[in-house]
């Protein structure tokens, strides 16, 4: 069974940084187009950054661009996450996605799916 686990989260103050994993077991991440997206209580899950699967050209949404950076390292087959200058709106699960389709991808459709892993900024 097709596993991707995300680690790296946890309490952490504004300004702050976190560097999020996602491990891959049972597909190789350099042939998906790879994600990360968060989710807050009450609010829809959200992009957040991705990463190609040959060219490795990043996207980010806007409000993380500057701030958070998308990497892969295939040797390892895991992408992360790398998160500086954290503030509280930052605050939501993080979930680690992998597609066939970059398009999909990027509206939210993935091939696989993490369980997350909890970010919390505090003041």
């Known amino acids: 069974q097709v596993q991707l686990v995300e680690s790296g989260g946890g309490p952490v103050q504004a300004g702050g940084s976190l560097r999020l994993s996602c491990a891959a077991s049972?597909?190789?991440?350099?042939?998906?187009?790879m994600g990360w997206f968060r989710q807050a209580p009450g609010e829809a899950r959200e992009f957040v950054a991705a990463i190609t699967r040959i060219t490795n050209i990043t996207t980010y949404n806007e409000s993380v661009k500057g701030r958070f950076t998308i990497s892969r390292d295939n040797a390892k087959n895991t992408v992360y996450l790398q998160m500086n200058n954290l503030n509280p709106v930052d605050t939501a699960a993080y979930f680690c996605?992998?597609?066939?389709?970059?398009?999909?991808?990027?509206?939210?459709?993935?091939?696989?799916w993490g369980q997350g892993t909890q970010v919390t900024v505090s003041e």
């Open positions: 996605a992998a597609a066939r389709s970059g398009q999909d991808l990027r509206v939210g459709v993935g091939d696989y």
């Open positions: 049972l597909i190789t991440v350099s042939r998906y187009h």
